[in-house]
């Protein structure tokens, strides 16, 4: 800091000190004084002309900081396990001064990030009222806060091929664009069991934000009854065309009045019935491609179309009734002993007729 004084006589001198310290004394109207040491300072100060006249005593106070004050920032919420937000966070500066510096003038104020994206980053500064200054910078904000879209598969048909059902497979995907996958389940899961009947399917998807979605298609596994009434839809547009059609429709809904226990069980003493009005709708709709290959009838392609399509119902309708009927004897306890020779028999003779029906159909 520096000191000026003037008088008519001229000034002699001029004397300061520093916070009651030893007095320095410089010849002539100015003075220069160094002071470096961080805090408050009290300087004291007069000056004397060439008369010995001094001037009235003076002080003056001198505050010295050169420490920047600390900054800091933090983030709320923080991310998850997997470092990621699914909602805005919030950055606050906070900034700090040393004990018995200049205090804090400014600093940044709290930001909300909002926008979705990996990594971003805020800054903040400050600086205390000496000029001193400071930076922080909060990174890592990674947010989230889409929905995985999931691509379900469309609704299944599928046959039964057991009294369990069928063992239905089917893909799904999903697209987590922004923080990534966690999981995709499926809830039966591909490649399970479906019993008989419809079953909904529910897809869910969690990302590593913690969004979710779920998604649902259905499965639809037909019995016996299923096959043979669908054979029946396929046929019923076309039964003005032929007359064969029309008894053919007819056969395969006799085939559904008695002897199902349920849709892949038959009852033993009815069962039968339903072979045989099965074979006889065949035996029609066999006679229909015949004649739309010879072109009598009138039979349209749409209808042999339909018609092909029905025998392959119906044939593997009655295919499922056999197969279960003859698991549900290899599985039965043979009560009287000296009949197990027949039923084993019974059973294998039933297997070869099943596996010749098997090699016909897969021969056309």
Not at 62 to 90: C, E, F, H, Q
Not at 134 to 139: C, L, N, P
Request: proline letters at 3%; one cysteine or more.
């Amino acid at each position: 800091m520096s000191f000026t004084a003037t008088d008519g006589t001229g000034v002699k001198e001029i004397v300061y000190s520093v916070n009651g310290g030893t007095d320095v004394v410089t010849s002539g109207a100015s003075a220069n004084a160094v002071i470096s040491d961080e805090g408050v300072h009290n300087v004291s100060y007069f000056a004397t002309d060439n008369a010995g006249n001094s001037s009235t005593p003076a002080s003056v106070s001198v505050k010295i900081d050169k420490t920047a004050p600390v900054m800091s920032g933090s983030r709320s919420p923080g991310g998850n396990t997997y470092g990621w937000n699914n909602t805005p966070v919030l950055v606050t500066f906070v900034c700090n001064d040393e004990v018995g510096g200049s205090g804090v003038d400014s600093v940044t104020d709290p930001v909300t990030v909002s926008a979705e994206g990996e990594n971003q980053s805020e800054d903040g500064n400050c600086t205390d009222k000496a000029g001193n200054g400071d930076s922080a910078t909060v990174g890592s904000i990674s947010i989230d806060n889409t929905d995985p879209v999931i691509t379900a598969p469309v609704n299944q048909v599928v046959n039964a091929t057991s009294a369990a059902g069928a063992v239905v497979s089917f893909n799904v995907s999903a697209d987590f664009t922004i923080s990534g996958s966690v999981s995709l389940d499926s809830s039966p899961a591909d490649g399970s069991t479906f019993a008989v009947g419809d079953t909904t399917v529910t897809h869910t998807a969690v990302d590593q934000a913690g969004n979710s979605s779920s998604s649902t298609h259905q499965v639809t596994v037909l019995g016996a009854q299923g096959l043979s009434a669908r054979a029946v839809a396929a046929l019923t547009p076309f039964d003005g065309e032929s007359k064969k059609i029309d008894k053919a429709i007819k056969e395969i809904n006799k085939s559904m009045e008695k002897g199902f226990i349920d849709e892949t069980h038959l009852d033993p003493k009815e069962g039968k019935k339903v072979f045989d009005h099965g074979k006889r709708a065949v035996k029609e709709l066999q006679h229909v491609l015949k004649d739309e290959a010879k072109g009598k009838d009138n039979v349209s392609s749409a209808a042999a179309a339909a018609a092909r399509q029905a025998i392959g119902d119906v044939v593997t309708a009655d295919r499922l009734l056999a197969r279960v009927q003859i698991e549900t004897a290899q599985g039965a306890t043979v009560v009287d002993p000296k009949n197990q020779a027949k039923v084993t028999k019974e059973i294998a003779k039933a297997l070869t007729v099943l596996a010749k029906g098997d090699d016909k159909r897969s021969s056309g």
